[in-house]
């Protein structure tokens, strides 16, 4: 089975601190996703990376930075957490094909991280 | 602006069918996606549409009219461990998912 993994279930940090956010992927994806999930509101994706050392903005990449030096490791970076950061973070992964079979465009997500910022 | 509805809650018996609808305004369309999320934990494949119709795969069924905007996923004989969120995603036409809010569905005995 595929497998996502995220490197902490949950976090509280305080407010100003440098939060990282570690996310694996064992299947060998191209494709790596950062979303965060708050109530009432869709998956909002943050930065993707089709690549190693590739990244690409997503709809709210403000305040969020991300790594990707391995195919199967892509970080979040929180460079000064603030309170409107609290959410619950998830990282998927993905082949990905235009015009492919349906299971290339299927992500797959690690359990999340849920983020308190204090 | 793009756009994807589904209702926030919904509540069914167990042992009957329910249907969650999800509409969209999208620029562009590459298919829609529908996903499974139990509290606490991943989002979950679940199906997929590219062509107008019906898909089914077993209790599950997803149906898509691309000209009326609209998809519904379709459960039957309805398990209490089928309490979750049902997300709906769309790919446009850069091939970008936008997801809807997500529909609660909560099964009672």
């Known amino acids: 089975d595929v497998k996502v993994t995220q490197s902490s279930r949950y976090l509280v940090k305080r407010t100003g601190e440098k939060v990282f956010l570690e996310c694996v992927q064992d299947?060998?994806?191209?494709?790596m996703f950062w979303y965060r999930q708050d109530p009432g509101l869709g998956l909002r994706l943050i930065y993707f990376s089709y690549d190693v050392k590739m990244k690409e903005k997503g709809d709210i990449p403000e305040g969020y930075s991300v790594s990707r030096e391995k195919k199967e490791r892509f970080s979040l970076i929180l460079e000064s957490a603030s309170t409107n950061q609290t959410s619950m973070y998830l990282c998927?992964?993905?082949?990905?094909?235009?015009?492919?079979?349906?299971?290339?465009?299927?992500?797959?997500f690690g359990a999340g991280s849920r983020l308190t910022v204090l | 602006g793009q756009n994807i509805d589904q209702p926030t809650e919904m509540t069914a018996t167990e042992g009957a069918i329910v249907q969650i609808n999800c509409t969209y305004q999208?620029?562009?369309?590459?298919?829609l996606f529908w996903y499974q999320q139990h509290a606490g934990e991943a989002p979950t494949f679940l199906s997929y549409?590219?062509l107008d119709g019906l898909e089914e795969k077993g209790r599950f069924s997803s149906f898509l009219s691309r000209s009326k905007g609209y998809s519904y996923l379709l459960l039957k004989e309805l398990q209490m461990k089928d309490s979750a969120s049902y997300l709906c995603a769309v790919m446009d036409s850069n091939y970008q998912l936008i997801w809807g809010a997500g529909t609660k569905l909560i099964i009672k005995p």
């Open positions: 299947m060998d994806h191209e494709n």
């Open positions: 998927a992964s993905s082949l990905f094909e235009i015009g492919g079979a349906v299971g290339a465009n299927v992500l797959t």
């Open positions: 549409n590219v």
């Open positions: 999208t620029s562009g369309f590459n298919g």
